[in-house]
């Protein structure tokens, strides 16, 4: 006879098999559908919440593989790959080699494929799968949802996500809330305030080049705006304030630039970047100890630059007896590059640089899409904070999404599901 585990056991199994099969026919059916769940989950479901197999994979990347596999099996698939494409995935390889040959960080490594190039992959698909539009106005319409309950997490002082209890060390780390200024910041179901603001501000391009209505697109700006300021986050209020400038300054011939004529753009810039400044130094001077010891800390981290090997671990790297892992005497790197150099080396962080310099030569020149806008904007979270929680997972779709609509621009053959002028509605 089955002891109660046992049938359970089954029984989940089964369950999960029959949720598989389902799901792998709503891809084929409706891939719109399923990146749409894909993204609702991502946002709405709390980190913490999944499975350990040989690393913690949440939610986001189960269904993740779920939605790749089907593609695999039905299509479209990608049809060309570029030299971004080429190119990070040599830098995968080298991380590989980084931390089987010397000493990188074997779970980083296995983050950067179960969270970032499943998340990537996804972006490169679901261009073509559903059109870049619909994914681009359902990704502003999902993130200013979030930004909106961020507000009411804010004012009514509810935490849904905190009672999402699950027996594992990310539920340990990320459940607890945070303070700034004896205030609970908000976090949703992000797992941490910086989390949250990063992932709103990259939606802020997103919003504005949307094909809804100006006055729907100005309140899903003013919902983002909001929920960002409620994280506390100084980073992402900048990366909001950025996002929102170089969308305005940039654009040729999105929908933002149809509607809202230049005179307004020369008075709205200036408001919102003096708006965003004035909110920086509120919160700046409102933390009072704490902001201040964060700004020092996060400066005084480049001196572990010079500790940085060709692959590998840098020579600060050690591990204190309780398994704290620390370089040189930082517990905490905030900062993505130099994070990522520490922990694979600066050979594989020059072909991050370089990936992130093509991006920003196509924003001075005026080339970018709004995908690429949305990731150059986001600058000021990215150098002042490692990747975390669903922010890793929402950044690296966006970077999909831009990697996409630049190589549907350059090939006509790479035009995704839609009319060919989907690419050119993304371009700004």
């Not at 006879?1 to 949720?19: I, R």
């Not at 690393?55 to 986001?60: A, E, I, Q, R, S």
């Not at 695999?72 to 030299?83: E, F, S, Y």
């Amino acid at each position: 006879m089955m002891s109660d585990s046992t049938y359970l056991a089954v029984m989940l199994t089964a369950l999960g098999a029959f949720g598989s099969l389902a799901f792998g026919a709503i891809v084929r059916v409706s891939p719109r559908f399923a990146i749409g769940t894909w993204l609702v989950a991502t946002c709405f479901i709390p980190y913490w919440v999944g499975i350990d197999v040989a690393g913690f994979l949440p939610v986001p990347t189960l269904i993740g593989v779920l939605f790749l596999v089907s593609m695999l099996i039905h299509g479209p698939r990608v049809q060309r790959w570029t030299a971004i494409d080429y190119g990070l995935l040599g830098m995968v390889g080298v991380c590989g080699i980084a931390v089987f040959a010397f000493d990188g960080s074997l779970p980083v490594w296995f983050a950067m494929l179960s969270h970032w190039a499943i998340a990537y992959l996804i972006a490169r698909t679901a261009g073509i799968a559903a059109g870049l539009d619909w994914v681009g106005d359902f990704f502003a319409v999902t993130m200013t949802s979030v930004g909106a309950f961020a507000v009411v997490e804010r004012l009514t002082g509810w935490h849904p996500f905190t009672e999402w209890t699950m027996s594992n060390l990310s539920y340990e780390i990320w459940s607890p809330l945070l303070e700034r200024a004896g205030e609970v910041r908000s976090e949703w179901a992000f797992g941490h305030p910086i989390a949250l603001g990063a992932s709103l501000a990259l939606a802020t391009p997103f919003v504005i080049a949307s094909r809804f209505h100006l006055l729907t697109r100005i309140a899903m700006l003013a919902a983002l705006g909001a929920g960002i300021m409620t994280t506390g986050s100084r980073g992402a209020i900048l990366a909001f304030a950025c996002s929102f400038a170089l969308t305005a300054l940039v654009s040729k011939s999105s929908q933002f630039t149809r509607t809202v004529p230049r005179w307004g753009i020369v008075l709205v810039v200036p408001l919102i970047a003096a708006s965003a400044l004035a909110v920086y130094t509120q919160i700046d001077e409102s933390g009072g100890t704490e902001t201040l010891n964060s700004s020092g800390y996060r400066m005084s981290m480049y001196s572990l630059i010079e500790t940085l090997k060709p692959l590998g671990r840098a020579t600060s790297y050690y591990v204190l007896h309780d398994g704290t892992t620390v370089y040189d005497r930082y517990t905490s790197i905030d900062n993505t590059f130099l994070w990522f150099g520490l922990i694979f080396g600066f050979i594989p962080l020059a072909i991050l640089i370089g990936a992130v310099l093509v991006l920003l030569t196509r924003v001075v020149l005026i080339r970018a899409t709004v995908p690429e806008i949305a990731v150059a904007g986001n600058f000021p979270v990215i150098l002042t904070v490692a990747p975390i929680t669903q922010y890793q997972i929402i950044l690296w779709f966006v970077v999909g999404l831009a990697v996409t609509s630049w190589a549907s621009r350059r090939d006509p053959d790479h035009q995704p599901a839609g009319n060919a002028a989907q690419a050119e509605a993304m371009s700004v």
